[in-house]
């Protein structure tokens, strides 16, 4: 059993020449399951995107280590196969690559070459997992994400996150426009991650609202604004944020919007 760790040390990113992400710390380790809140436009999505390589996203300064490894040294693809997970917020279409097919060639990158699993575990296991998110059988053999309501594609992520078995996983507003049986099985699924895995497994998770906050408690709760982690707690920050919004925090830190 090993316990990663994720940490981001005064991390500043750019969009075409703007600074988005303004000197931003966090360590994530296993076992441990943090939030991120934030007003919109703050950079939260921004934070996630650069963690996983995205292009457009340039680095200007900063790290990113998992378990003492530069991540932002790996490619995209060997930054999943460390044991990176990222479910976007906007999980992008696939046309002609069914979604059995897709998971199973991610699945068989990130066991690496040797390990691959065999077809009849990979079905079953798949099976097991789309039971257990309540998942239409019927979603294995179409195509990935084309055509899937918002809570499909949800639900879709929360399938690679179970089958992928990332050692860390930022999760990116996985609860925007869920309804609440979708939201109650999604909690499920990471709930399931965090029982089973335990120090294996640590979270990330970037929401708008407390809401999902009621399913997975987590263990620590950060607030980002303006590119930077502004303050952090408990779960009961996030009951805070929840009644009394954002400005006495503005207010706290005397900051201007
Ligand atoms: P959040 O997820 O907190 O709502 P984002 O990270 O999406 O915030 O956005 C932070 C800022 O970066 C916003 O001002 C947004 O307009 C800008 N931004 C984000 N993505 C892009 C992009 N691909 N191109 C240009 N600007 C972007
Ligand atoms: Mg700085
Ligand atoms: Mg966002």
């Not at 426009?177 to 939201?183: P, S, V």
């Not at 099985?185 to 335990?198: A, Q, W």
């Not at 998770?205 to 399913?215: A, E, M």
Request: proline share 3%; net charge negative.
């Amino acid at each position: 059993m090993s316990q990663p760790k994720l940490v981001i040390n005064d991390l500043h990113v750019s969009i075409e020449e703007k600074e988005i992400i303004k000197g931003l710390n966090l360590e994530i380790k296993g076992g441990e399951i943090h939030a991120i809140m934030g007003p919109n436009g703050t950079g939260k999505s921004t934070l996630s995107s650069a963690i996983m390589g995205h292009p457009k996203y340039e680095v200007t300064s900063g790290e990113v280590s998992l378990d003492d490894e530069d991540v932002l040294e790996m490619e995209v693809d060997e930054r999943a196969r460390a044991g990176l997970f990222l479910a976007m917020q906007y999980p992008s279409e696939i046309s002609g690559v069914t979604n059995a097919d897709f998971l199973r060639s991610a699945l068989n990158s990130r066991l690496g070459e040797g390990n691959e699993i065999s077809l009849m575990k990979f079905i079953r296991k798949m099976d097991e997992n789309m039971d257990y998110l309540e998942m239409d059988p019927d979603m294995a053999q179409r195509y990935l994400n084309e055509g899937f309501s918002g809570g499909e594609k949800k639900r879709n992520e929360i399938l690679q996150l179970m089958m992928l078995n990332p050692k860390i996983a930022i999760l990116d507003e996985i609860d925007s426009g869920l309804d609440i049986d979708a939201l109650k099985v999604v909690s499920k699924g990471i709930n399931k991650m965090r029982e089973e895995r335990k120090e294996e497994f640590g979270c990330l998770i970037i929401t708008h609202y407390q809401r999902l906050l009621n399913y997975i408690t987590p263990d620590y709760v950060h607030v980002m604004m303006q590119g930077r982690v502004v303050k952090s707690g408990g779960p009961e920050l996030a009951q805070r944020l929840e009644a009394e919004g954002y400005d006495w925090i503005k207010k706290e830190l005397g900051i201007e919007d």
